[in-house]
């Protein structure tokens, strides 16, 4: 199971979109209702109250009420956090064999708007927003998940995505371009499907 995560330590652009890309595989809608998805998360801490509550920053108590039906509309805190708790262990063995096919023969498709500046040789090339989709190959991918899943931060991740992208877009995986660095920067629209 991974480690908790507060509302501050959600992810932002590379881990969302890792997130968004798993989620449309989902075979079956997450709960919505806060006492399934209450329900849900009990089942996933192995039946314990105590677990759920420090997962989610609340009390027991509260986690009982919602469990019991007596509250039925979070605030909004924990409306975030239930939905994010939910969706990150729903449907665990389809993401599992989403991840498992993306790393070995399916690789992942990027399409972004970002920043890319290059440097070749010992030149540079100052940056400009670009739009790209591009397919990344099963090792990329491999490598992007296997980080994701060891709790990478998007600044991690973004190198990761950089080498995958300038591979697979800008070197389109000749050696025409060898020498070849693309830095992505400033994404304004990310997403990742498998």
């Not at 209702?33 to 759920?52: D, I, P, V």
């Not at 969706?87 to 498992?100: G, H, I, L, S, Y």
């Not at 920043?115 to 670009?130: E, K, L, N, Q």
Request: net charge positive; aromatic share 6%; charged share 25%.
């Amino acid at each position: 199971m991974t480690p908790p995560q507060t509302p501050a330590s959600r992810p932002s652009k590379i881990r969302a979109a890792l997130a968004r890309a798993e989620r449309a595989l989902f075979t079956r809608p997450a709960p919505k209702s806060a006492k399934s998805q209450m329900k849900f998360l009990r089942t996933r801490a192995n039946g314990s109250n105590e677990a759920l509550a420090e997962r989610l920053g609340v009390s027991r108590s509260t986690v009982h009420r919602y469990l019991t039906g007596a509250s039925t509309k979070p605030h909004r805190r924990l409306q975030e956090a239930l939905t994010y708790e939910t969706e990150e262990q729903w449907q665990p063995q389809v993401r599992a064999q989403a991840r498992q096919r993306a790393a070995t023969s399916g690789g992942l498709v990027i399409t972004c708007r970002a920043t890319f500046g290059f440097t070749a040789d010992g030149t540079s090339d100052d940056g400009r927003v670009r739009d790209i989709i591009t397919a990344v190959s099963p090792s990329h991918a491999a490598r992007i998940l296997d980080a994701k899943e060891h709790g990478a931060t998007d600044e991690e991740l973004q190198p990761l995505l950089a080498e995958a992208v300038t591979e697979s877009y800008f070197r389109a995986g000749g050696t025409i371009h060898a020498g070849l660095r693309a830095d992505f920067q400033d994404v304004e629209h990310l997403d990742i499907s498998f």
